[in-house]
T-cell receptor, first 113, second 111 residues
Framework: DAGVIQSPRHEVTEMGQEVTLRCKPI?????LFWYRQTMMRGLELLIY????????DSGMPEDRFSAKMPNASFSTLKIQPSEPRDSAVYFC???????????FGEGSRLTVL | GEDVEQSLFLSVREGDSSVINCTYT??????LYWYKQEPGAGLQLLTY?????DMKQDQRLTVLLNKKDKHLSLRIADTQTGDSAIYFC???????????FGRGTSLIVHP
């Protein structure tokens, strides 16, 4: 199994630009999570999906952030317009195991100048 | 709400044992997890313990659970430089698919 696949691994963009992060979960997993990690705030849950349906987006910081899951094998997290304070590592994780353990991707490191 | 607390740093000498501690507040926690994050990588599940267990051992790793004190620990025997990483404690209660993570403990292994 290839695990959770995220792209891009690194993104450097200028303030005001649109950023799209992508995630392919592990096949057969029915939960998908988007997290953000920073030194200041640690690991924050942004949104999670169950069977492609968004269940809780209360962690999404602002309307500039949106996430979609058009099918079971693909999800996107979009930031429009991006701001320097959005600089962080964004992780996608999926789960389908009875014990609820999460399988994380390698992360997308976003730098907004 | 749920809260998971960990110390931020732990420094040990290579070959010694490391003990990383975690406390949690949710008395209905059913699963407790330890994840490892190496530099530039995502979190990787190391092990988990179900709340009806007191101890779980897996090679160099030993997890101890004290439900009364809501205290979880991870012991790494014969710590190696490759064990240097951030270790996250997490808990999840029955009926939820959302684990609550601690801030992580940075383990530094020096020669």
């Amino acid at each position: 199994d290839a695990g959770v696949i995220q792209s891009p691994r690194h993104e450097v963009t200028e303030m005001g630009q649109e950023v799209t992060l992508r995630c392919k979960p592990i096949s057969g997993h029915d939960y998908l999570f988007w997290y953000r990690q920073t030194m200041m705030r640690g690991l924050e849950l942004l949104i999670y999906f169950n069977n492609n349906v968004p269940i809780d987006d209360s962690g999404m910081p602002e309307d500039r952030f949106s996430a979609k899951m058009p099918n079971a094998s693909f999800s996107t997290l979009k930031i429009q317009p991006s701001e320097p304070r959005d600089s962080a590592v964004y992780f996608c994780a999926s789960s389908g195991a009875r014990a609820g353990e999460l399988f994380f991707g390698e992360g997308s490191r976003l730098t907004v100048l | 709400g749920e809260d998971v607390e960990q110390s931020l740093f732990l420094s040990v000498r290579e070959g010694d044992s490391s003990v990383i501690n975690c406390t949690y507040t949710d008395s209905s926690s059913t699963y407790l997890y330890w994840y490892k994050q190496e530099p530039g990588a995502g979190l990787q599940l190391l092990t988990y313990i179900f709340s009806n267990m007191d101890m779980k051992q897996d090679q160099r790793l030993t997890v101890l659970l004290n439900k009364k004190d809501k205290h979880l620990s991870l012991r790494i025997a014969d710590t190696q430089t490759g064990d240097s990483a951030i270790y996250f404690c997490a808990e999840k209660n029955v009926g939820s698919y959302i684990p609550t993570f601690g801030r992580g403990t940075s383990l530094i292994v020096h020669p």
